[in-house]
Nanobody
Framework: QVQLVESGGGLVQPGGSLRLSCAASGFTLDYYAIGWFRQAPGKEREGVSC?????YYADSVKGRFTISRDNAKNTVYLQMNSLKPEDTAVYYC????????????????WGQGTQVTVSS
């Protein structure tokens, strides 16, 4: 059974950092693409970053966020630096495909999400 569990969210001040984790079970994630998405209240879910054989970032997070993968731990990380209030959202990881896309509907499996709030 494929399962994704996100963790690491929280409340942080503008300019601060957080590292999100996406722990996978039921499959070996090094063969699959893992996408990070976020959804703010009243907004559509948007792609933030993705890792497959390469890494991809939305323009809004380039230079601030870094995605990485630890195959031994079957976990993908999203290091978020220089956080802004507009980064506030529920962050989800997703999988179910081998190539990256920022189209949410293209992914089959989702975690439950972790809340990130950037506020002073």
């Amino acid at each position: 059974q494929v399962q994704l569990v996100e963790s690491g969210g929280g409340l942080v001040q503008p300019g601060g950092s957080l590292r999100l984790s996406c722990a996978a079970s039921g499959f070996t994630l090094d063969y699959y693409a893992i996408g990070w998405f976020r959804q703010a209240p009243g907004k559509e879910r948007e792609g933030v970053s993705c890792i497959s054989s390469s890494t991809y970032y939305a323009d809004s997070v380039k230079g601030r966020f870094t995605i990485s993968r630890d195959n031994a731990k079957n976990t993908v990380y999203l290091q978020m630096n220089s956080l802004k209030p507009e980064d506030t959202a529920v962050y989800y990881c997703a999988t179910g495909r081998t190539t990256c896309t920022f189209v949410a509907g293209a992914y089959d499996y989702w975690g439950q999400g972790t809340q990130v709030t950037v506020s002073s």
